[in-house]
């Protein structure tokens, strides 16, 4: 049996079609992840999953319950931490953990073992305020309230958002040593190069899946050859590479342009259609997941 | 149940921690129990008056000198020149003028007296009529006591008045009550709904909904609360009323209780109704004050309903607080009981589980 099975599954608030027939199933232990820009469905798919939505079709099944008939069986069985922090800043961080331990029926220490790791680090501020926390330490709290009722599965909505490199770092490997437990991870994120770290990744974009598969699986998928191109006026090279002959695409990708080669494309030919821009260089690059992402994007 | 208590000791200690709950709570009420009455009175005192006196006589200058030993009146002038006391009027140095005729003394022995006039300045209604009446009452008190001293059997008073329930007019008894219930549809109406959609706001409530608790243990938590502050808050509020006003209930304070916790349980159940058609606390607050103006003007805690055009009236019928006033105010000022006001506990009853029906209905914990 699956941990997360999602049968077309949609959802639409007014004329905005959110969730468009999304299917696709997480296994039992794995770390999921949800790759796509804002706007791409994954808070509604992630609202639907911890019954705080019914959806307009589709059927879903989490631990083999129904989203919508055994709600209530599900809700003791996952954590959730929402991409909005929303723990209760008038609280301290030790009643806060003990507030959602008991509203689960559990006590904080019976739990102790599991959440060690990460509460270890913010215990010594057991007593402050929850809204006088940073908001690395406000996300480690989170996701320890999360966790505290020993759930099998748990949802995370872009965790990382607004969390300085290391700390985002940081977080993944406390992901990884909670996948140990097995726990089943759902994750979202709409930084690409996150997407590495989980078992498997589902690209979205306006409420559909664009593809699914490992993150190698996914990097693999991009077949054509793939260049990296620069010269001293970037945004030059952008129109007049999008201009060039056997060019399929171009498009900027961090400091330089990645150029997607299409057929009868000649990298000798195209220096010499371009050789008027000053300091022009290309070489071969290896395609990543965001690569991968906008071939899709564009299909 | 260990749940509940957790939820509850939760709501406790966010109003404890909250930087102004705590003050409200304490300061509201005695703002509204100590310094509202002293303000809000229809009683009319310092009414100026000057009297115009053309007959001169030892019955005329009677009448003055009751006037100015009147606490309501002061005497401004006696003059004999109706057309400068007219022009005070219009300046708005005097407020009435009572006008003695020529030769009153005189007719009056003949029992065919010439009429005593009254002006007054009516642009503040209230001052005017009701010092209108003042001066009628001390007026003909004055001639009542003369005519009695002369023929001590055969004239007797014409008129007796007596204000039954309040004897002293005192507009302060007939306000307090009404005071209590503005406390109460602020603590216990306005302060659970902001909770709630502070909640909202803060999306901790999201948090809250992935928990396996009810959304009716959640609402209970939310809003036992403040019943317990509503009611601790009526108790002060009414032992303030007997130790500064001298005023305590002349009927079963159960019934005062009683017609509270009804009344409590209505104005929850409406302001969690508001609570769930709005997403901000704003919204809420606009919502709230709209029923509050309407509640404080309509319900008959300022001005009695009686004397509301028919068409207020029958609107008044589906104003909760109203009938709330009218158990407080009759239990306190009249000494009534249950019995007597069983259709107003009725009516409060029928409420409280209309609005509290209507706030489960609407309450989506899913969408």
């Not at chain 2, 500064?244 to 302001?271: C, D, H, K, N």
Request: with cysteine; aromatic share 10%; charged share 20%.
């Amino acid at each position: 049996m699956n941990a997360i099975d999602i049968q077309r599954l949609s959802k639409s608030f007014g004329r905005v079609r959110a969730l468009d027939a999304v299917s696709f199933s997480v296994g039992k232990g794995e770390l999921f992840g949800l790759i796509g820009p804002d706007g791409a469905g994954k808070t509604t798919l992630f609202r639907l999953l911890t019954t705080l939505l019914t959806p307009d079709s589709g059927t879903a099944t989490v631990d083999g319950f129904d989203i919508v008939n055994d709600y209530l069986s599900i809700r003791s069985r996952v954590g959730y931490m929402p991409g909005r922090f929303s723990l209760y800043p008038d609280l301290t961080v030790e009643e806060n953990l003990e507030f959602f331990a008991a509203l689960f029926g559990v006590r904080a220490k019976e739990s102790y073992d599991l959440i060690a790791p990460i509460y270890k680090q913010i215990e010594p501020f057991r007593t402050r305020r929850t809204g006088k926390l940073s908001g690395g330490m406000k996300q480690k709290l989170a996701l320890s309230c999360a966790l505290i009722h020993r759930p099998g599965l748990l949802f995370l909505d872009e965790p990382t958002t607004g969390v300085d490199a290391v700390s985002r770092s940081e977080f993944w490997d406390m992901l990884a040593s909670l996948k140990q437990n097995g726990i089943t991870i759902l994750v979202s994120t709409p930084y690409m190069d996150e997407a590495s770290r989980c078992d498997r990744i589902a690209l979205c974009n306006e409420g559909r899946i664009l593809g699914i598969d490992t993150p190698d699986g996914i990097v693999r998928r991009f077949d054509a050859p793939l260049y990296a191109v620069r010269a001293s006026n970037m945004y030059a090279l952008l129109s007049a590479a999008r201009r060039a002959e056997g060019v399929a695409e171009c498009y900027p990708f961090g400091e330089v342009h990645h150029l997607v080669a299409g057929g009868g494309f000649d990298i000798r030919q195209f220096m010499d259609q371009l050789n008027e821009l000053d300091g022009l260089s290309i070489k071969p690059a290896a395609p990543t997941i965001e690569d991968v992402f906008i071939k899709l994007m564009k299909r | 149940m260990r749940t509940f208590k957790v939820l509850l000791r939760k709501e406790f200690l966010q109003i404890r921690r909250n930087p102004f709950l705590p003050r409200l709570i304490v300061a509201f009420p005695i703002l509204v129990m100590l310094i509202m009455p002293l303000i809000m009175t229809m009683d009319v005192r310092n009414v100026n008056v000057a009297v115009v006196d053309l007959d001169r006589s030892a019955t005329s200058r009677r009448i003055a000198s009751h006037i100015s030993a009147s606490e309501y009146f002061s005497l401004t002038a006696t003059t004999s020149d109706f057309k400068l006391a007219m022009k005070n009027l219009e300046e708005g140095t005097v407020d009435a003028i009572v006008e003695i005729p020529p030769c009153f003394e005189r007719d009056m022995a003949a029992a065919s007296p010439g009429r005593i006039s009254i002006t007054a300045n009516a642009v503040n209604a209230t001052k005017g009529s009701m010092g209108i009446q003042y001066l009628v009452q001390t007026v003909s008190r004055t001639l009542s006591e003369l005519n009695t001293e002369k023929d001590p059997v055969g004239a007797a008073e014409l008129i007796t008045v007596q204000n039954r329930f309040n004897p002293t007019l005192n507009y302060r008894h007939y306000m307090i009550p009404a005071l209590m219930i503005i406390l109460f549809i602020l603590i216990c109406g306005f302060l659970p709904a902001l909770s709630i959609v502070g909640e909202k706001e803060s999306g901790t409530i999201e948090q809250i909904n992935v928990t396996p608790v009810s959304r009716f243990t959640f609402t209970l938590a939310k809003l036992l609360p403040y019943w317990l502050i509503g009611l601790f808050v009526l108790t002060a509020a009414m032992c303030v009323a007997w130790a500064v006003y001298g005023l305590r209930p002349e009927g079963a304070v159960g019934s005062i209780y009683m017609g509270a916790i009804l009344f409590i349980l209505t104005i929850s159940g409406f302001s969690l109704t508001i609570a769930n058609f709005s997403e901000t606390m704003q919204q809420t607050m606009f919502v709230m004050f709209f029923f509050i103006m309407i509640f404080m003007l309509m319900s008959g805690l300022l001005t009695p309903i009686d004397s509301m055009p028919a068409w207020a009236r029958k609107i008044t019928v589906v104003l909760p607080p109203r009938y709330f006033v009218e158990i407080l105010r009759s239990v306190y000022l009249k000494g009534a009981s249950i019995v007597e006001l069983w259709n107003n506990y009725i009516a409060l009853g029928i409420f409280a589980i209309l609005f509290n029906t209507l706030a489960a209905v609407t309450y989506k914990k899913q969408s």
